[in-house]
């Protein structure tokens, strides 16, 4: 076996097919072995049967609850066994290419822990999926705040999206957008799998960090495209998702940057109302 193929799905029966067919047809492609394990957060949508149905031969974990996305992955990592395990989320649909590009990109870099590939949005633009480390400051400098869309321009979101560089080759990043990432089961046994106190969103950098001190790189491979199909910017987005990224922030913040608590207690303030405004703001979108 060449490579593990690692799904959660929750709710997204649709996105999973059409997922699990483009990882087939590339694989069969390239003549890589593979194995899939879907994770499933018990989304009584009809996946389990549909997958049953058209994809027999891939291993299914049903969840009766939703445990979150880093529980999840760790299930199918404990599932699965070959020397690489792509995790991926079934909006993704990789390009023709894309895992044996993977593949070569770490047969070539055996010092590679976590392998990311290009992530394209579904119109072709750029999602920036390599980022550097954040910093304290992060919150108010990311993709999606407000201060980046009034001047997307600034230092502090350039150095961390690394939108000065053209992501048109392959380099060592800080960390990899957990959507699609290739994780060599070597490095997966020496530093463990995703922090599962993060329920969903964070767990990514998380474990990217981790794997630095323990000697492992984490690097990016143009060569492999993946379009990623986010619907949740057009739609009422779960107040339970937003809180979970902002108490991810939280989380690993406390666990990477421990400081004095007269200065964490305003940041974890700050990170909080931040939340609290995004679900109101989701609250009255879904009105409109």
């Not at 996105?15 to 994770?39: F, K, N, Q, S």
Request: with cysteine; net charge positive.
């Amino acid at each position: 076996m060449d490579l593990s193929l690692i799904l959660v799905s929750y709710r997204s029966r649709e996105p999973l097919l059409a997922c699990l067919r483009a990882l087939r047809t590339d694989a069969r492609a390239a003549g890589i072995r593979t194995e899939t394990v879907v994770v499933d957060n018990d989304s009584h949508d009809g996946t389990l049967e549909a997958l049953a149905a058209e994809f027999p031969d891939a291993r299914l974990i049903a969840n009766r609850e939703n445990v979150g996305y880093a529980r999840a992955v760790n299930q199918g990592l404990a599932a699965t066994g070959a020397p690489f395990a792509l995790v991926l989320n079934p909006d993704c649909v990789v390009r023709a290419g894309a895992l044996r590009a993977l593949l070569d990109h770490a047969a070539a870099r055996p010092g590679a822990g976590l392998v990311g590939p290009k992530i394209l949005n579904p119109d072709g633009s750029l999602e920036y999926s390599a980022r550097s480390f954040p910093d304290p400051f992060t919150f108010l400098f990311n993709r999606y705040s407000l201060l980046t869309r009034l001047f997307p321009a600034n230092r502090f979101t350039r150095r961390y999206l690394l939108t000065d560089w053209d992501h048109a080759s392959a380099r060592e990043v800080g960390w990899i957008s957990g959507a699609c990432m290739l994780a060599r089961r070597a490095a997966v046994e020496q530093v463990g799998g995703m922090d599962e106190a993060f329920f969903m969103f964070n767990e990514d950098v998380d474990w990217c960090r981790r794997m630095k001190p323990a000697g492992w790189a984490v690097t990016y491979e143009p060569a492999a495209v993946v379009v990623h199909h986010i619907g949740a910017s057009r739609s009422r987005v779960a107040a339970r998702v937003i809180w979970g990224r902002h108490l991810g922030m939280i989380h690993y913040f406390h666990k990477h940057h421990p400081t004095n608590p007269l200065l964490s207690l305003p940041a974890d303030a700050l990170i909080l109302l931040r939340g609290a405004l995004m679900v109101l703001a989701n609250a009255l979108r879904s009105r409109g």
